[in-house]
């Protein structure tokens, strides 16, 4: 039958068939590290979906790198910028929340030794090596609380 001809209502036969179609869609969870279409997932430490919000999170990649993650208000979209080798053996990678920015710092040996803007510009008093502007990455977060990046 072809839209328009006939009356408006299936078959019980048809309706039938097209409700066991629309129940036997099933999606498939993310897993940490899956790339899918594009997609890489990452486990986001942030938390659920509902709990985003304007935030900076570090997340460490596959080959050792880091990456921070810049989280909008609300629905935004969120950006990571990367990629990070860590300078020293004892990196730690934290967020310095201050009254009006946020910076992405790495330190070696309890010592700052370099930070980045929420736009993945270098702090001022980087080493040479680590003075370069970070590469921005769309992410997204998915349903079950994973973060989805276009790498």
Known sequence: ??????????SP??????RRMIESLRFAPWEDREVRDGLTALVDEVGPVEAIGAFMSWHELDGGDWAFL??????????LYGYV??????????VDVGETAQIAQVACGGVLHAGWTSEGKPAPTNPPELAVS????????SWEGYLL???
């Open 134 to 141: 970070l590469e921005p990455f769309p992410a997204v977060a």
């Open 70 to 79: 810049v989280g909008g208000e609300g629905d935004a979209a969120s950006t």
């Open 1 to 10: 039958m072809k839209p328009g001809e006939g009356d408006d209502t299936i």
């Open 13 to 18: 036969d048809h309706e039938d068939t097209l």
């Open 149 to 151: 990046v276009r790498f």
């Open 85 to 94: 080798t860590p300078p020293c053996a004892d990196a730690a990678f934290t």
